[in-house]
């Protein structure tokens, strides 16, 4: 069966500073990758998304980054935090092609930045 | 662009009642779309997923309904339980990626 993992589960972080989180996917192959913010009262919001290896396509403009440098591996960067990224980060993963895809998510991160 | 909303916001009911939950999305060209639930601090469970050409789907006490056309669902949850308090997302498949609604924040009391 699929798992997806996210680590750490819980993060806080001072204004500047660095930003790694990472999600791996076991049990499939070539799966869609996704990272998604979800801010305190607010729905989930699209970060980035991946197709394969090293593609990634960025749907909002913001201080993060994404990379997939393995195929179930997508790590979610940033090189200065600011407060407003502050949330709960959760990364997904679907089954690659068709039209009959959903999507599993992993636990999710909840950063803070102070 | 999609947008996709969801009414209410909240909702608090007691136990026993049956109770209907609302999606609304702007572009009827959708793939799919799907209701989740969300247990505070946690991750996304896939509850249902209604393919673009049906009507509804069914699991336990859970009935989803979708108009495409009108660009709505609903998610019709039976004899409401405490266990059921969560928070719940419809999110539709639009082009290549989800995306989600708000949320229902729902209550169920003992």
């Known amino acids: 069966s699929q798992t997806i993992h996210q680590w750490p589960a819980t993060l806080v972080q001072p204004v500047g500073s660095p930003l790694s989180l990472e999600c791996t996917v076991e049990g499939t192959s070539n799966p869609n990758l996704y990272w998604y913010r979800q801010a305190a009262g607010r729905g989930l919001q699209l970060l980035f998304y991946s197709v394969g290896i090293g593609q990634i396509s960025s749907e909002v403009p913001q201080n993060l980054s994404a990379s997939r440098p393995q195929d179930r591996q997508f790590i979610l960067s940033s090189k200065k935090l600011l407060l407003s990224d502050s949330g709960f980060y959760l990364c997904?993963?679907?089954?690659?092609?068709?039209?009959?895809?959903?999507?599993?998510f992993g636990p999710g991160t909840r950063l803070t930045v102070l | 662009k999609q947008e996709v909303t969801q009414i209410p916001a909240a909702l608090s009911v007691p136990e026993g009642e049956n109770l209907v939950l609302n999606c609304s999305f702007t572009?009827?060209?959708?793939?799919?779309l799907q209701w989740f639930r969300q247990d505070p601090g946690k991750g996304l469970t896939s509850l249902l997923l209604?393919?673009?050409?049906?009507r509804e789907q069914t699991s336990g006490r859970l009935n989803a309904s979708l108009d495409k056309s009108s660009g709505r669902s609903t998610l019709y949850i039976a004899a409401s339980q405490p266990g059921d308090s969560a928070t719940y997302l419809c999110?539709?498949?639009?082009?290549?990626?989800?995306?989600f609604g708000p949320g229902t924040r729902l209550s169920v009391l003992p």
């Open positions: 209604i393919q673009s050409s049906q």
């Open positions: 572009d009827s060209a959708i793939y799919n």
């Open positions: 999110a539709v498949l639009y082009g290549q990626n989800f995306v």
């Open positions: 997904a993963w679907s089954p690659r092609g068709g039209i009959t895809d959903t999507q599993y």
